[in-house]
């Protein structure tokens, strides 16, 4: 990676929006911008017009210099119309004023990497934060972009370098009297205290991946049953069309709903019937997947249909509680009768959501693979205690493991990997 080139990207999701965000960053940015439009104060957010050959832009402009921008590097961003052709037009303009070229994916997140601005661990948080999807993910994601994990590697680090100097020292100066090596029990102990870290962190660590997936609420049981009227009360709104015509649902139709603290996505499929043609077969083939994938089957039985056999994820619901001979206990959605004892059932059975916090970090599977690294190595410089080249190899290994994880040992082909995760333009 050339940090020498400007680069040059848009650096806002695409779709429809008012406005758009261009950001150009480099050696570049603020003459090649300069000859387009004047450059505003550093840190002041300023109106110029943007001077393309038959018309003129209106456009918002920031300036940063390199101590105060994200990549740590001068950068311009300025915001504008976000109309794909004018933007397209605008960033070819760009790339002719100022020499640069378009930015890779997570470019701009490298280059803070690279200037020492974030550790590979944070610029991983930043990836998380773009990417989740949901509280607990969102969470992890900060904790990793705000240095939680990095500051905790840091101080194994830190105890690692000092132990492995100290045994270098004793190997170099071995017949120097006035050099003290490491004893072997304070190595020992150093290596222990290590080991103990990295444990507090494995032992605790919640991964990444598992936060993604939400668990999975089905609304099952036979058409009519009161289904699309159940989601709607659970939804909050008038998510699916209600009707008294059988098999009005057809394709599964999800919604993220909160029983509780705990988040899960919610899903109302079609009826379970015989299936009469393909279409209803491909439905009716849907649900029994569903249904078997659910962390909890909430079964609905109206009156007059028949209960199903037990099964682990079924809750049965009795429904149209309201109505005449309708059956003790029976929830209502229409009056609400029941919604929010069933709702605190639901949260009963999906049990606690994982909560990323300082002492339990969300970690992606390479650090977990790094730390696992560093505990072989060190567990095994405990062993060659009594041979210091042998322990300042594994412990040289275990340091090397841990600067992995921020990026202070991380081959090329592992940072390439880190950044092409990200989106252009972050
Ligand atoms: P689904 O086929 O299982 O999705 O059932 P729907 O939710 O579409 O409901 C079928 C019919 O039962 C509709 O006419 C609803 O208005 C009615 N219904 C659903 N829930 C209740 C309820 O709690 N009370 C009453 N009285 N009617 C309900």
Redesign the pocket.
């Known amino acids: 990676m050339n940090l020498d080139e400007t680069i040059i990207a848009v650096s806002a999701p695409r779709g429809s929006s008012f406005k758009t965000l261009i950001r150009i960053c480099g050696p570049c940015s603020f003459n090649g911008c300069q000859r387009v439009f004047e450059l505003p104060p550093v840190r002041m957010l300023e109106k110029r017009q943007f001077f393309l050959r038959h018309q003129s832009v209106p456009i918002l402009v920031a300036a940063f210099g390199g101590d105060q921008s994200y990549t740590g590097q001068d950068t311009v961003e300025l915001q504008c119309p976000n109309n794909p052709y004018l933007v397209e037009r605008m960033i070819q303009h760009l790339i002719n004023e100022t020499g640069g070229r378009l930015a890779e994916a997570g470019e701009f997140t490298a280059r803070a990497f690279f200037n020492g601005r974030l550790s590979l661990s944070e610029a991983e948080g930043v990836c998380a934060t773009i990417s989740a999807s949901n509280d607990a993910e969102l969470k992890g994601a900060t904790l990793l972009r705000e240095g939680a994990l990095a500051s905790r590697v840091e101080f194994i680090a830190t105890t690692l370098a000092r132990t492995l100097g100290l045994v270098e020292a004793g190997i170099d100066f071995t017949d120097e009297e006035d050099v003290v090596a490491i004893t072997k029990e304070e190595l020992t102990q150093e290596v222990k205290k290590c080991i103990q870290s990295i444990c507090a962190i494995l032992d605790n660590n919640i991964s990444m991946v598992s936060l993604h997936a939400l668990p999975l609420v089905v609304?099952a049981?036979?058409?009519?049953?009161?289904?699309?009227?159940?989601?709607?009360?659970l939804v909050g709104f008038d998510r699916?069309?209600?009707?008294?015509e059988?098999?009005?649902?057809r394709d599964a139709i999800t919604e993220r709903v909160h029983f509780g603290t705990r988040e899960a996505e919610l899903v109302?499929i079609a009826?379970i019937e015989q299936s009469v043609n393909a279409v209803s077969d491909a439905a009716q083939k849907k649900t029994a997947s569903m249904m078997q994938k659910a962390d909890v089957v909430l079964y609905?039985v109206?009156p007059q249909q028949t209960v199903p056999k037990a099964c682990s994820n079924y809750l049965v619901i009795h429904?149209?509680?309201?109505?005449e001979h309708s059956k003790d206990g029976?929830?209502?959605?229409?009056?609400g009768?029941g919604i929010d004892d069933l709702k605190e059932s639901v949260t009963g059975r999906l049990g606690q959501q994982l909560n990323p916090n300082e002492h339990a970090l969300a970690l992606l599977g390479r650090h977990e693979q790094l730390l696992v690294e560093a505990k072989r190595c060190l567990e095994q410089a405990e062993m060659d205690v009594r041979v210091p080249e042998l322990a300042a190899n594994s412990l040289r290994n275990a340091l090397n493991a841990i600067g992995g994880i921020t990026g202070q040992v991380t081959p090329d082909e592992v940072l390439g990997e880190v950044f092409s995760s990200f989106c252009v333009g972050k």
């Open positions: 609304i049981g036979k058409p009519n049953a009161g289904k699309s009227t159940l989601f709607n009360a699916v069309v209600v009707n008294s059988e098999g009005t649902t109302d009826g609905c109206a429904t149209k509680g309201d109505e029976a929830i209502s959605a229409v009056s009768q």
